[in-house]
């Protein structure tokens, strides 16, 4: 009798998954489609528009990797607390959390936006278009605040399971995002036409857009968190002291990753532009893969965090090995998508025969990458769920700071492999992650097992 039982639960683990976690795909996969369509709308203005955007993304998102950082942190914490149904600590958190999100949103927007200019001069080396990459850097970073709000905000509705509030936000987002643009980057309804700039406004439109519907929609639907208070701040030397031990190690892991791409950026930005372009288009497959690894991440993340914080330990392993099993399925399915998809889809971007031929080269490795890195961050997720913050920021150090560079650079400079050197670096650095990820997950989850017993 206990097998039917086993089962039963087996299956309300994997609903639980795929309630809070469906959503959390949809709403990444919005953020790509919009980047996607934002790519398709410049594309119109020539590959040089494309290359100037693509390479305004790496210092944003070292930039926005605080605010990352700042949003898994009070994930944990909020999961945890709800777990030990503490509604007085998780508002404490979020709170702390979210009064230094605003705080330092506005401090280093305004300093990235003066110094946009000597960013984008390190960031892109290709003299034809250094300065639409300025431009649109600069607007996007005067406006960091809408963004950098609403990462945090939408963490913390996660780290309570209300994935589909945050699918409602990332909705307006898109649909104000792609509005906006299509009226400005070509000049439409009577809107003058701004080209790259129309594109960065669009951007700023559906963050602030979705900042507004984030705060609405917690004040309204969320039931555990509340805004009250937030700016009248409680000493509390204890979650000061725990909101920087955790923040600390995942600011530094995520600065680590994004200075890492950023560099790879720098690589690939002394290739020419027509290579650079159809990388950035390749790019965009990846997106989606991440976007499903981060979906299932938010599930396991709240999950194992509810779990933990309730000292259910042994449902922690059914939750990490179901996720681990349902991302395998996904990454082996995208994959075929893919390569099955890779003409079509490179057709939308360019029309010479020879972009879209090695296009589809490159979508071989994009489906290799594909299981390598959803299941990276599964375990990733797994580990902080369980309390291990340190180890992800040492294996990010390692895989995306010294190896990924260090291979591409030898492969690109040394050996003028071209863009095979930075697909080739990207494939050694994601294995190299993917089995030190593995090998940590278990560690990890040996440890709790432990408490258990």
């Known amino acids: 009798m206990e097998e039917p039982i086993q089962k039963v639960g087996r299956l309300a683990k994997l609903k639980q998954?795929?309630?809070?976690g469906v959503p959390a795909v949809i709403e990444s996969i919005i953020s790509v489609i919009i980047s996607t369509i934002d790519t398709k709308m410049i594309s119109g203005l020539g590959k040089g528009a494309v290359s100037a955007v693509s390479f305004t993304s790496?210092?944003?998102?070292?930039?926005?990797?605080?605010?990352?950082?700042?949003?898994?942190?009070v994930s944990v914490f909020v999961a945890q607390a709800l777990g030990r149904h503490d509604r007085e600590e998780t508002n404490a958190y979020f709170q702390t959390i979210l009064r230094i999100t605003v705080i330092l949103s506005l401090v280093v927007g305004i300093l990235a936006g003066l110094l946009a200019r000597p960013i984008m001069s390190i960031c892109n080396r290709q003299p034809d278009t250094v300065g639409l990459s300025v431009s649109f850097f600069r607007i996007i970073m005067f406006f960091l605040v809408f963004n950098a709000v609403s990462i945090?905000?939408?963490?913390?509705?996660?780290?309570?399971?209300?994935?589909?509030l945050t699918l409602i936000s990332s909705?307006?987002?898109?649909?104000?995002?792609?509005?906006?643009?299509?009226?400005?980057?070509?000049?439409?309804?009577?809107?003058?036409?701004?080209?790259?700039?129309?594109?960065?406004?669009g951007t700023v439109c559906g963050m602030?857009?979705?900042?507004?519907?984030?705060?609405?929609?917690?004040?309204?639907?969320?039931?555990?968190?509340?805004?009250?208070?937030?700016?009248?701040?409680?000493?509390?030397?204890?979650?000061?002291?725990?909101?920087?031990?955790?923040?600390?190690?995942?600011?530094?892991?995520?600065?680590?990753?994004r200075i890492g791409f950023l560099i790879s950026s720098i690589i690939i930005s002394g290739l020419p532009s027509d290579q650079t372009a159809v990388y950035s288009v390749t790019m965009i497959l990846l997106s989606y893969s991440f976007?499903?690894?981060?979906?299932?991440?938010?599930a396991v993340l709240t999950l194992t965090g509810q779990k933990m914080g309730a000292r259910q330990y042994r449902e922690v392993k059914d939750y990490v090995r179901l996720s681990q099993i349902v991302g395998a399925v996904v990454s082996i399915v995208l994959s075929a998508?893919?390569?099955?998809?890779?003409?079509?889809?490179?057709?939308?971007?360019?029309?010479?025969?020879?972009a879209i031929a090695h296009g589809i080269s490159y979508t071989y490795v994009a489906a290799a990458l594909t299981l390598l890195q959803i299941?990276?961050?599964?375990?990733?997720?797994a580990m902080r769920g369980m309390g291990d913050v340190k180890s992800p920021r040492i294996m990010a150090t390692i895989c995306v700071l010294f190896i990924n560079p260090a291979v591409a650079f030898m492969l690109t400079s040394a050996l003028s492999c071209g863009i095979w050197g930075i697909w080739i670096a990207s494939l050694t650095s994601q294995i190299c992650w993917f089995i030190m990820s593995c090998v940590k997950e278990r560690r990890c989850m040996r440890e709790a097992l432990r408490l258990t017993a």
């Open 291 to 298: 976007s499903f690894g981060d979906g299932l991440q938010a």
């Open 375 to 381: 299941i990276r961050i599964i375990n990733v997720a």
């Open 337 to 354: 998508v893919y390569i099955l998809g890779a003409h079509r889809f490179y057709s939308q971007f360019f029309r010479d025969a020879e």
């Open 58 to 73: 790496q210092p944003k998102l070292i930039i926005l990797s605080i605010f990352f950082a700042l949003g898994t942190t």
């Open 152 to 164: 945090v905000l939408n963490a913390a509705l996660r780290g309570i399971g209300k994935t589909p």
């Open 171 to 201: 909705i307006v987002m898109g649909v104000v995002d792609i509005f906006a643009n299509y009226l400005l980057i070509e000049g439409r309804c009577g809107f003058p036409k701004l080209g790259v700039l129309g594109d960065a406004l």
């Open 17 to 20: 998954i795929i309630v809070i």
């Open 208 to 257: 602030a857009a979705a900042c507004v519907t984030s705060i609405v929609l917690l004040s309204t639907q969320s039931g555990f968190m509340t805004l009250k208070g937030l700016f009248t701040p409680r000493r509390d030397p204890d979650i000061m002291k725990n909101v920087r031990v955790k923040a600390g190690n995942t600011v530094v892991e995520n600065l680590f990753t």
